[in-house]
């Protein structure tokens, strides 16, 4: 995956984790399913933080031809 995609995913699931966290513990959900929902966030987030970024190449555009 290029480094832009893992940035993207990374911050998405930091944002469910957190998010989830703060509704939980304010009442707006379930403390069961905010935590389901925190740990497969959170899990996901430590796995993609553990993935090599791959190179990404330059676009040469028609003008650089």
């Keep these: 995956m290029s480094k832009s995609t ?36 959170t899990a996901l987030l430590g796995y993609l933080v553990q993935q090599p970024a791959t190179v990404e190449q330059p676009q040469t555009s028609a003008l650089q031809k």
């Design 6 to 41: 893992l940035n993207t995913l990374s911050t998405i699931f930091g944002l469910i984790a957190g998010g989830s966290s703060l509704l939980g513990s304010t009442g707006l959900i379930n403390h069961q399913i905010a935590g389901t929902i925190g740990g497969l966030a």
